[in-house]
């Protein structure tokens, strides 16, 4: 079997599948975007991976991106810009569609294997996060940097960022760092980091695995060389800073406050470097997204995929329709002037009340475009 998604005659398809030794590998092919994804691309991985979960003859699935710089840099904003200033929904049905992609990779009945290489960002990392095997090497650049552009992180984050401490998921979901792969293996993002240059031949080990008794296992065999060694994650440096500074009782106002003692304190100066940083990017974020992504986290360690998925798509609705995503890409990829007007401006002037709304459900239970995710785990 081999196919990819269906463009002109004068472009190369944007998603590839080939199968080798009954394990299915799903290529996303827009490398000069860093395989970010169009809704396009999002309906065509859709239909792949429903085609496999149906063909007895597939017993897994590797998902990948071609290109040297990386797996898959997340949805394209671009898109996603124009037709929320255009006005005519098809943003919603993006996310719709996305979601809906990134649930049914969670519940895939086989084992699924995403090849994190390079640059894993937003909707790369909804795709990455639903596998049974995450891979990541030295040149993994992972990150959820979207409350930089008055956004949250969604494709699953209320919940997979949950995986690692309570303060590390804060930290990681509110300021958008970016992690490297071991960074990423130390905090429960990632299962195997190995050298970029076993990858390149992983093809050829997948050829000879053996594809009866644990599927899994075999997979990891042919994913992680042997006596695999894991370089130091840089995070754990600051593993104590991160713990003290973004305790979940505190809101965001007295976790700047305390950054900003700690400073004044005289640390060494890599400390100095870091409380800085982190400084800088809170204070250049939405405020109202801050706020409303801690929320969404703290909230997000209490429900089920498909209720996180469900309360997600809430959010965003209310981020498109009457926040500040249109103004934070307009100003960080658009103009480029990077001086987002977000409304309100200070985290001191975000009402509760404001919070709340956009974690208010805008649709009717029965009429939310996710109603039905989940209700095959309650019929199964």
């Given at each position: 079997m081999n196919t990819g998604s269906s463009t002109s005659a004068y472009q190369e398809p944007q998603v590839l599948l080939h199968v080798v030794n009954r394990v299915a590998i799903i290529s996303l092919n827009r490398p000069k975007a860093l395989n970010s994804l169009s809704h396009s691309?999002?309906?065509?991985?859709?239909?792949?991976?429903?085609?496999?979960?149906?063909?007895?003859?597939?017993?897994?699935?590797?998902?990948?991106g071609n290109g040297?710089?990386?797996?898959?840099?997340g949805g394209d904003v671009r898109e996603l810009y124009q037709s929320a200033s255009a006005g005519d929904g098809k943003w919603e049905d993006f996310f719709v569609d996305e979601y809906r992609l990134d649930y049914a990779l969670h519940v895939f009945p086989k084992p699924v294997v995403a090849l994190m290489e390079g640059?894993?960002?937003?909707?790369?990392?909804?795709?990455?996060?639903?596998?049974d095997l995450r891979v990541v090497t030295g040149r993994t650049r992972m990150s959820m940097p979207e409350t930089k552009i008055g956004f949250l992180p969604d494709v699953g984050a209320t919940r997979f960022l949950n995986a690692m401490s309570m303060e590390f998921?804060?930290?990681?979901?509110?300021?958008?760092?970016?992690?490297?792969?071991?960074?990423?293996?130390?905090?429960?993002?990632?299962?195997?980091?190995?050298?970029?240059s076993w990858l390149t031949t992983f093809e050829e080990r997948l050829n000879r695995m053996p594809t009866d008794g644990d599927l899994i296992e075999a997979l990891r065999t042919v994913f992680e060389p042997p006596g695999n060694i894991v370089p130091h994650a840089p995070i754990e440096s600051y593993a104590p800073l991160v713990s003290r500074h973004f305790d979940r009782n505190s809101p965001l106002e007295r976790i700047i406050g305390s950054l900003l003692k700690a400073l004044e304190s005289g640390p060494s100066r890599e400390v100095r470097q870091w409380l800085q940083t982190t400084i800088e990017t809170l204070r250049a974020n939405s405020p109202t997204m801050l706020y409303v992504t801690r929320e969404a986290l703290l909230r997000g360690r209490h429900k089920s995929l498909a209720e996180s998925f469900r309360t997600e798509l809430s959010i965003v609705h209310r981020a498109i329709e009457d926040g500040d995503f249109r103004e934070g890409v307009r100003a960080l990829l658009i103009d480029k002037d990077n001086r987002p007007r977000w409304a309100p401006a200070t985290l001191h002037e975000v009402r509760r009340e404001r919070?709340?709304?956009?974690l208010t459900c805008p649709w009717r239970r029965d009429a939310h475009p996710l109603a039905d995710l989940g209700a095959e785990l309650v019929t199964a």
């Open positions: 691309m999002v309906r065509e991985l859709a239909r792949l991976v429903e085609l496999c979960r149906q063909d007895e003859n597939i017993v897994a699935l590797v998902l990948r040297e710089k990386g797996f898959c840099a640059i894993t960002m937003g909707g790369g990392m909804g795709l990455a996060q639903a596998a998921a804060l930290y990681v979901g509110l300021t958008g760092v970016s992690l490297s792969g071991p960074d990423a293996l130390r905090l429960r993002l990632a299962d195997v980091c190995v050298p970029s919070v709340q709304q956009f």
